[in-house]
């Protein structure tokens, strides 16, 4: 079978990883900009990484066949210094201009505060005026709910985003409902210990059906799985799901959403 | 959208996932075994996140349907405004409001 993953961190991976996603059909992927897993202090910092994303990583991709794209932003983990943050966002236009960059992401909300809002504002701000996809962040836990909330109100207040060029990842079962029903595409994770499960994301499928869903293994450098979409495609297909819907979760969704972006090409 | 739901029986459900759900219930009643069993075990039986967490379990029996997502508001931060700063904070799976 054909997958697209939306959302892994390579840059976390190993050149096996590579190999184990290319033998087993996983031919692109999206890797959104994310924490570090700590801090960086300066603006270089930030340069050097989004030169991996858009230079290194899709060169180590090649090796094995597999289209690598990425996501340009400002995590919210690092918001709070308010100075970089905005030093950073000045750099961020030069590489959504790079040919395999998709658009602004992961961007959105860790703790909810008031500076984290702040920035998230600025790049949605800059999303609109370019015209870009945007790959929402939602945070991980308790603050999972009231940050999915704080976000959607603040993209729908700006009118020059439509709700079907962005996708809220890392949806959960308190908040699929109202990411849906305003219009906007939702990513479930796969990550063991702080998101879903497979058993839980074809669960979301039986509830809300296969629209706007897209499912990813977000794997990095915490617990995770670069091969977990294959663990749930076979998930669905130990529940009796036919391959027709597999392959439209899988594959089909995650190139409509994509392929909104002019750049994106699939196998 | 009942064409993408799972063909399958209710009774083919609980023979597909009885058996790793059975381990997984007694995964819970180890885990909290072991904070009985270990030293300071009152102090961590105070903690909101071990509150949060029997709160959850009785949850699990006195809900009817969407136990999920009933939990996960049990364990979710139901304020609305954003907080001052986030300097030095990290989500825990466990919200202290809620257990006030």
Request: charge should be negative; aromatic fraction near 8%.
């Amino acid at each position: 079978m054909k997958v697209i993953d939306p959302h892994i961190h390579m840059i976390s991976r190993t050149t096996d990883d590579y190999m184990k996603l290319a033998i087993s059909g996983i031919h692109t992927i999206t890797e959104p900009a994310f924490w570090a897993g700590y801090d960086r202090c300066s603006v270089p910092s930030f340069h050097d990484y989004f030169h991996h994303l858009t230079v290194v990583e899709p060169a180590r991709a090649s090796r094995f066949n597999i289209k690598h794209y990425c996501w340009i932003g400002l995590n919210s983990k690092e918001a709070e210094d308010l100075k970089l943050a905005e030093d950073v966002l000045n750099i961020i236009p030069e590489y959504l201009d790079r040919p395999t960059v998709l658009g602004l992401g992961e961007i959105g909300l860790n703790k909810n505060s008031r500076n984290e809002l702040k920035v998230l504002e600025r790049q949605i701000a800059i999303a609109a005026e370019r015209n870009e996809l945007i790959l929402i962040h939602t945070p991980h836990l308790e603050d999972k709910l009231k940050g999915t909330r704080l976000t959607i109100d603040l993209i729908l207040n700006e009118p020059r985003i439509k709700p079907s060029r962005v996708i809220f990842d890392h949806a959960e079962e308190h908040t699929i409902e109202e990411i849906k029903d305003k219009g906007f595409w939702f990513g479930l994770t796969l990550y063991p210990h702080s998101k879903g499960s497979p058993e839980r994301a074809v669960d979301a499928i039986d509830i809300y059906g296969s629209d706007n869903i897209c499912i990813n293994s977000s794997a990095d450098w915490s617990v995770s799985d670069p091969l977990a979409t294959l663990k749930t495609a076979n998930e669905m297909r130990r529940r009796g799901h036919p391959e027709a819907l597999i392959q439209k979760v899988f594959y089909e969704n995650p190139k409509v959403f994509l392929s909104q972006c002019p750049k994106f090409e699939t196998f | 959208m009942p064409s993408e739901r799972c063909p399958k029986s209710a009774k083919e459900i609980l023979d597909l996932y009885f058996l790793e759900n059975r381990a997984r219930l007694l995964d819970i009643a180890s885990f909290l075994d072991r904070i009985d069993r270990y030293k300071e075990s009152e102090e961590a039986k105070a903690d909101f996140r071990y509150k949060a967490f029997i709160k959850a379990l009785k949850l699990l029996l006195e809900t009817d349907e969407n136990r999920t997502k009933a939990i996960q508001l049990l364990f979710s931060d139901q304020s609305t405004e954003p907080i001052e700063s986030a300097v030095g904070l990290k989500a825990v799976g466990a919200w202290e409001g809620s257990m006030v």
